[in-house]
């Protein structure tokens, strides 16, 4: 019996039964401290303060989405597909590591703590690291993440409309939301995977859990992701690292914060600042989830009243007031609330903003213009999903909602509703 | 339409589907930021670091305790039990708030940030705080609460060996673990549950369900609540905390720490201190979980070698090697290895006992001295579910297992195994 | 202790836990034969030979949305809406029995064993048959269920585009099947009902689920009702009744039956011959899905070679091979394949066409000129789906799909493909 | 892409998702009429009178524990164990076919149908046979269902205290029923297994999934298989073909019977007739549940009294009220509730019988007399699970609980209660 074989460490997932790790390299870096940290970041920010169960991390969507790949993996080699172990391996690395590059509440903060550099820069940044430090282990999953490597399907399966990391994530955000409208049929969708001249494709017999997975993306958006009271929270939540980083600039005032978070919070952080300082991807990874709401709960004491009162705010959950609609807000309307609460909580105009504003939001779709969802049928013919599908038209499954949203503090709601 | 009524709050929850609050002052409750704050605290502690998905947090397991607690109410009128509304409000409030009295990690830091007053204790402090604020309407759940009520089952529906808070962490634990071993019937047995001589029973229909109740229960404790790993993880933090007081009394060193952290970490808080303080109830609920990994993160760089070692190792889970056994451990063993330890690391003895120690942990079970599970026949008899049940006898039910284990450095683990 | 509510009679079922029936009159109603009857009717006929688990009977079914019909009921009245212990009564057992004029594999037989008269029409006989037997006490649910009593919200919640008769089945069919596509939150949707002027209508919150919920019964037309391989079973079946028909009309020959089966089988069978013969009602109870195939296994070795090969077929799952597309199949190519199973199977012209055939099937949709879905927005403007829902036009909702479909057996299927 | 491979065959199942049929040898067996016919068995006989969801089929099952099979082959291979394509194959097709002899209703109906023969060896017969047909390509997994392979733990596989059978069985039976005590962690148990000296063993870590799995086992005999109501069904129906059996012998009267049904009905088959007539086997294939149900819906209008009554009162679901207790029936109440049968029915006591009688049940255990269930500690100590286990020693887990009951028509039934 081989040692090393019996050390392949297991992990217990709710949703998939058993998560195996394939091998010893894909281990060490699941147990590197960069990806550790990922276990205290949750994979969709606040949106606990509306479904409870919303908590998981995002450790436990790239172990998901990397159980996912080894089965496609699996399935493509039973059709008969080459796929070397090598090739295995990158894959499976390149989707472990695909989120890495997140901070913490990115959704929200993705402008607030780093400026002009994407999460997806970041997770190269890692990588790229990573892959001194594993003496050029990575190379090639590194060129799958980049879509650089000759077999394109490998790249498909992890970055692409219908891949693993979103088969993963509205599976595991279903479950621990409890919203059923996202449940899609992963298993199913991965056997009927195959490849036809290097692209992924989805053999006929899936057609209906692609379109159950097209669908239950477009609810997820309005039912979770977008749902109301998150975007209110997030917004809250910008408003106060706003608000802290205006107080830090202006006035020298001594704020409390973890050492980390001063550094990005209150440093102007680009994609040049990781490159001038090497020093500074370690320092992004000492950033996590409770170095926010540390700082905010310290906040909530403070003297200014415009950031006590947003961090009170969110730390007691008392959100603001969100109505939202097809058209933009009429601008006498917010500016009628902005001068109530400007009288009320006596603000100036522009700390006023803070506590009545309008944005709008949209759905993101099926886009015809990036990597397809491609269906094979029974002669060897493959036609995009739209052209495929008797139930939904291109017209239908890219057509984008935008909705606009006015927040305001839950008291100047009007009482007659 | 009753305006109040279309009010009424439902949260979306993965193991019931949806949680209705019942009225208004047990949502006023719910949302008073002594109760938000349960938010923050993860039900299990370290227990994600073994089980990724077990972030549920007491909020949610309070939440699902009160789901259970009116389904049983409704079980038990529906068999011509009268229960008023005031009882039924004083009962649900009672096990919302049962355990509002926990601080972060508290299965591990109950000693180490309070001494000598229970989370119990912090509970019905809380309580007695929100009965001044609320004007005396949760007198009656206090009662119920101190089992000092004349129906004395509303408190065994809270608080005995077979009630809604362990039927609830019991299928709650389960599903965000994924150990199946932990699923429990609850519908089953709530809809069993009966009322003779104000004693509550399971009718005889049930009894299988009990028994399996029994059994999950056990085997939870060995498969997640007394898990190996997450001992170790809870040692390590337990070890990280007592450090950080030894140094931080000792030498008047400057520990970073949130301020209530520091409150309650390097004060010497008992039952006494809340009664002559009585702002420390509000300090006591500033403090959760971010603090507490917040401050470990900024202590993995501090200067004292141990203090920034255990830090690091449990920020980057590399936690301790963990024997288990029926036997203690020989004084012999533990002293070789303290020895290597302190030499390798360069610590005096008292340093090195940081890294090696060994104690021993035994599983709750049935007690036949505390509030008994009864069983009422067909015939009206009541008996205890060790007589009544034909496969699990009180000497099986009510043995406690107890295992000695010792902890020590994953690098001074034993090679030729 | 009530000993009449003690009786209260539970059922276990696998997809809500628990199923109660409410009151002495359903339960003496569920206890009667022609409701026991549907124990041996299985909910989706021959589906079974696709998908194996999808054995449920409309028995179970008919206690699933009598289920849905209390919850809902209770929902409604939290709403503040007066509903009656009489009306509820009605309601229930209007659902519970609205599907008990089902005979065997209906979906198929409806036009072979009775003709010229629904599943409906029979469920009224019976119907109007129990209520002489149980003295008038079921007359209100005859006026809900044919929709002629005042409150048309009730009729609404058991037959409109949107009632807990489509929300249990889709979810039991979705259970059974292990297809996750129909999985629907009928608890959400039944949360959010209520009632305006008198009509049933859902509120904004659960516009997703209502989205989801017509998804979901497009998607399992599609994937289960018009499974290609369960039209092909259920064409075989239809095509057996008419060959067996033939046989004993023509010739006179002997074959084996149950006397129920004989009677429907052989005889015609139309609206008026239930009311001239009220024993027909009887004898049409007596009938269930062992009846056809017990006397389709005898009938493998009848002599005559096309009803045996037929029968020999079914039994043994040797289905037809089936084509599907969207236009028609061209004469010529439906003549050539006749011709060549005539020459294989030595059988004139009209025996052929037992054995090739083309016909069409369309899934049902929602469908403005019925009982629409209508959403309450928060100001109390009501609107119908379509109108209300930002993702689903309502050309896209109503949208009919046409498929055309190719049967023959399976030896001519073309090696090339 | 290789054509053959395509071909493979997927079934859809609510329990594991999809179960893919291994190799073309398989799933030709799979398609044979002997296997097919097991579509129309169901696993739990008369138990979906109790729990209306358990009809699923002995063909699910034999699905279900293949797949298992697989899996643990799968999980055996990567820990170094080497299994050729043959011992795989040959494993695969005798828990496909371990079931293949059992009748309808077997449980109940094993020495009605057949006496002398168990369902055991008719499976071994139907091996034999289809052992021909397919030229011998069987040989092996006769050998090792037959435990005569060299490698024992291919058998201990498929059967012993802890096989893929039981797995299955335990999983599938409470998914239907919905009986939540049965859910056992296949999964993990799979993943654990080992083996030692050609024995398979279980990994510690498993551990507590085997009590588990022990324990759940042991309440599903009560809470299911040995159900009061079940029992009671079962009688009902040996009753009922004993009778008719007894008319058939006794009077030569023409009973309504398909064919098969009255071959083994009124015939006397033992082994041996097998083997004298080897077309017996071909016979006994045509036997399924509806025969039996057939036979018993025209019966209930026997003019034998006594049959007709018993057919009636299993056909409306009108089961015998039945009583259960540790001690045997005091002969005194057995005989004076025949009187009352006797005169109220006006028979003789021999039929009086037929409404009256007690016998025992008892559940199957854990047997040390039988392959034991072996545990694998850290240090490649091999121990039986009753010495292994700090929760079950041997005394409770091979524990027999026998009950005896009494059953009895429901109008006898004392009112008082």
Redesign the interface.
């Known amino acids: 019996?081989?040692p090393a074989?019996?050390k392949?460490k297991?992990?217990?997932?709710?949703?998939y039964?058993?998560i195996?790790v394939p091998d010893e390299l894909t281990f060490a870096l699941l147990?590197h401290?960069w990806f550790?940290r990922l276990?205290?970041i949750k994979q969709l920010g606040l949106t606990?303060?509306?479904?409870?169960?919303a908590?998981?991390?995002r450790?436990?969507h790239a172990?998901g989405a990397m159980h996912l790949m080894t089965e496609a993996i699996d399935s493509l080699r039973?059709?008969?597909?080459q796929i070397s172990e090598e090739e295995a391996q990158g894959a499976t690395i390149a989707i472990l590591l695909h989120d890495i590059g997140h901070g913490p509440f990115s959704h929200a903060l993705e402008h607030s703590l780093v400026s002009h550099v994407s999460h997806e820069e970041i997770s190269e940044l890692f990588m790229a690291q990573l892959n001194i430090e594993f003496k050029g282990r990575l190379s090639l999953a590194i060129r799958i993440f980049r879509n650089e490597y000759k077999k394109k399907f490998l790249h498909q399966l992890l970055s692409s409309q219908l891949d693993v990391d979103r088969l993963d994530y509205l599976k595991r955000d279903s479950?621990?939301?409890?919203?059923?409208?996202g449940?899609?049929?992963s298993?199913?969708i991965i056997?009927m995977m195959n490849v036809i001249d290097d692209e992924l494709v989805v053999e006929l017999k899936g057609i209906?859990?692609v379109?159950?997975f097209i669908?239950a993306r477009?609810?997820m958006y309005?039912?979770v992701y977008l749902h109301k009271a998150v975007l209110s929270a997030e917004n809250l939540l910008v408003n106060i690292l706003k608000r802290a980083k205006e107080l830090s600039a202006k006035e020298h005032e001594e704020l409390?914060c973890?050492?980390?978070l001063r550094r990005f919070l209150f440093g102007k952080i680009n994609r040049k600042s990781f490159i001038d300082d090497t020093s500074l991807l370690g320092i992004f990874a000492?950033l996590?989830?409770?170095?926010v709401?540390?700082s905010i709960?310290?906040w909530t004491k403070h003297s200014d009243k415009v950031l006590s009162r947003l961090c009170t705010n969110l730390?007691?959950?008392n959100l603001y007031c969100i109505e939202l609609q097809?058209k933009p807000f009429p601008k006498k309307q917010i500016d009628e609330l902005r001068k109530k609460i400007q009288d009320r909580y006596k603000l100036d105009a522009k700390e006023a903003d803070y506590f009545v504003f309008s944005a709008n939001v949209s759905n993101d779709t099926y886009r015809p213009d990036k990597i397809r969802i491609k269906i094979l049928s029974?002669n060897g013919f493959v036609q995009d999903i739209s052209d495929a599908s008797?139930?939904l038209?291109i017209d239908?499954i890219s057509?984008t909602?935008r909705k606009f949203f006015l927040c305001y503090p839950k008291e100047f709601r009007d009482k007659k509703?």
Not at 48 to 53: E, Q, S, T
């Open positions: 019996m081989n074989v019996l392949r297991i992990f217990n997932d709710p949703i039964g058993f195996t147990n401290p550790q276990r205290r606990n303060l509306v479904y409870p169960g908590l998981h991390t450790f436990h172990l039973m059709k008969g597909h479950f621990f939301t409890g919203v059923s409208e449940i899609v049929s298993d199913r056997k209906y859990s379109e159950k669908i477009r609810l309005w039912q409390f973890t050492p980390a000492e996590d989830d409770n170095d709401m540390t709960k310290v730390v007691n959950r097809k029974k008797d139930q038209g239908m057509r909602v509703e």
